[in-house]
């Protein structure tokens, strides 16, 4: 059955390939007035990649979970990229016992929530892949947010053996992974020998954990054990250059892998359990803590298409197809991201429940989800291999807001959906109709030329000034990123000149909207500058209000460069102070309290 949309291309004029395209779910026009039609080639390609649509499920009118306290009040929390904190214990990269120590001044600061990164499983065997929006599989854990100090087994003199990096810039994820994962070796090894230090109680939790896991828990393991062993003969740590034996989940040499190197997958399995411990811990604190949602966590749309997750389960997702998005103001030559794509088919089959599975994943462990890219619950673009982004379609995507409503009302959480850039019309609307809050940032706010008035945000919507693809706030009020896009060749001289201007204009109408004199927009950032812009997000009328870190003691430090990666180190500057210094900073306690006086922890 086609939807709305669909109906408006069938004309008797179809040609059999636009047939079969809008069969399987293509839409055959590109947004834009001005777009060009999706070509006939990409239309025959992703139509027998795709086969024909599965039936739409019967639609509901369910809402996505949201607490009935949350109608009656306003709450604000703090975003923050975990593996940026800095402390004298962690291993050279932020870990979840850096943010348990932030969860007592947080909540003293009246903070109901803390937004997290994705913290998906990566590669571990190939640690300098760090995009956290990137993943080996979105059902598991990175273990190198572990803290590894507080893992029970744990002695001091294990650290004797390894060089901990600093960070003091930047996160060196090739010497992490070594120091983390050699002291996690022996910790498990302590485990495996029976340690009577380790608790009966601990080694049944492991226990239960990898049986709860099943065939799913073991496929991970077994791939992370495979990729590090390939690694070390000179392959690659993604299933794609593995010799073609191996690339088969099923095939004897698999098999006769798994048979000979038990011992690698089940500490592969076990730092599953210590990083998921560590993390339902860590909610808790936030809870005890007063908080009312706690961790905040975030999604990614898709997975690396040579992870585990395809490898596993290669009739899952769609082959030789990645996710992106085609051009806009924004990117002119439109985004590939190398992610793979769920099958609709596929889904439609399994009723939904791969789906449902990334999403209790996240859910079980967290008061609130960030779903990225959320219109991706209704269509994703998809740009077949070979092909450049501007050669991609539209392909309608079936079930997945029912799957997402029935997933947050049994685990009680909380969804926004990353619905910033073109949004299809209607889009928001139905999002609103379902509960699942949006994502409002300030910039991107507008009433015709104007910033939107707080007080006309809408109020199933969490609003921060910035997020993580932007600029943090001192580094955007010098306009580095535009610096930085033209000295690496996104931008011409010129372009660069427009966008400064633009810059300027959003600050002078920046400041007007805090009551601060425009005049300010041609000096230095300040405290007061950013105590008020921070208090003009608080007013707005959205129920969910984020402060994120780096726009308060971040410094000038990137965390992602779009269209970038190596070129400037994406997901690998630090924060400039330690976990310590965070709390003591004068600015961020003034932002904060500022912040409280608009919304009131109770």
């Known amino acids: 059955m086609l939807d709305r949309d669909q109906k408006a291309q069938t004309t008797p004029a179809l040609d059999n390939v636009d047939r079969r395209a809008i069969a399987a779910g293509l839409f055959l026009e590109l947004p834009g007035k001005k777009a060009d039609p999706v070509c006939d080639d990409t239309k025959r390609t992703l139509a027998e990649a795709l086969g024909p649509a599965p039936a739409a499920p019967a639609e509901t009118t369910c809402p996505a979970f949201v607490p009935k306290w949350l109608d009656e009040t306003r709450i604000h929390g703090i975003a923050l990229q975990l593996y940026q904190l800095r402390s004298a214990r962690n291993f050279g990269i932020g870990d979840l016992g850096d943010l348990q120590a932030l969860i007592g001044p947080f909540a003293g600061w009246g ?48 650290t004797e053996a390894v060089t901990i990096p600093g ?42 954990h990898a049986t709860d896991g099943g065939a799913a828990l073991h496929a991970f393991a077994l791939f992370e054990a495979l990729s590090h062993h390939m690694v070390q003969r000179g392959y690659g740590a993604g299933w794609t250059s593995w010799p073609a034996a ?14 000979t190197h038990a011992g690698e997958i089940a500490f592969h399995a076990w730092l599953q359990h210590v990083a998921e411990a560590q993390l339902a811990e860590t909610q808790a604190l936030a809870l005890a803590a007063g908080m009312r949602v706690g961790l905040y966590l975030d999604i990614a749309i898709g997975t690396a298409p040579d992870g585990a997750a395809t490898w596993a389960d290669p009739e899952l997702a769609m082959g030789a197809v990645s996710v992106g998005a085609p051009p806009d103001m924004y990117s002119a030559d439109g985004q590939c991201w190398n992610l793979a794509p769920l099958s609709p088919r596929a889904l439609s089959t399994r009723n939904y429940v791969p789906f449902k599975d990334i999403l209790s994943a996240a859910m079980k462990h967290a008061g609130a989800v960030r779903l990225d890219h959320a219109m991706g619950l209704e269509r994703l673009f998809l740009i077949p291999a070979g092909k450049s982004a501007a050669q991609g379609a539209y392909v309608r995507q079936t079930g997945l807001t029912e799957a997402l409503v029935e997933a947050s009302q049994a685990h009680e959480t909380l969804v926004v959906g990353e619905d910033i850039g073109v949004v299809q019309a209607g889009f928001r609307e139905r999002m609103a109709l379902r509960r699942i809050f949006s994502s409002r940032i300030v910039a991107f706010e507008r009433d015709g030329l104007r910033l939107r008035a707080p007080e006309r945000y809408p109020r199933d919507a969490l ?20 610096d930085l896009r033209q000295r690496l060749g996104r931008v011409d001289a010129r372009t660069a000149r427009h966008e400064k201007w633009l810059r300027l204009a959003f600050k ?14 041609m000096g230095p950032l300040n405290e007061t500058i950013v105590v008020e812009i921070h208090r003009m997000v608080a007013r707005t009328a959205s129920r969910l209000t984020a402060v ?55």
């Open 463 to 482: 609003a921060s000034f910035s997020t993580h693809d932007l600029a943090p706030l001192a580094a955007a009020w010098r306009s580095d990123e535009v």
């Open 508 to 521: 002078h109408a920046l400041l007007a909207m805090t009551g601060l004199s425009p005049f300010r927009a």
């Open 167 to 208: 960070a003091e810039a930047i996160v060196d994820y090739t010497a992490v992974a070594r120091a983390k994962l050699t002291v996690l070796r022996a910790i498990h090894a302590a485990w495996q020998n029976g340690d009577p230090r380790i608790s009966e109680t601990e080694q049944r939790e492991a226990l239960r």
């Open 111 to 158: 903070v109901d929530f803390i937004g997290l990164n994705p913290l998906h499983a990566l590669f571990t065997a190939a640690p300098e892949r760090a995009s956290p929006f990137s993943p080996s599989d979105r059902r598991f854990l990175n273990p190198l947010i572990v803290a590894v100090d507080k893992v029970p087994g744990f002695r001091p003199h294990m």
């Open 246 to 259: 191996y690339q088969d989940f099923a095939s004897p040499d698999v098999r006769a892998f798994a048979a």
């Open 548 to 602: 994120r870190l780096e726009d308060v003691v971040g410094g000038r430090r990137l965390v992602n460069l779009p269209g970038t990666d190596r070129e400037h180190p994406n997901w690998r500057h630090t924060l400039p102070l330690t976990v310590d210094e965070v709390v003591r900073s004068p600015v961020l306690n003034a932002v904060m309290r500022a912040v409280g006086e608009e919304r009131p922890a109770r």
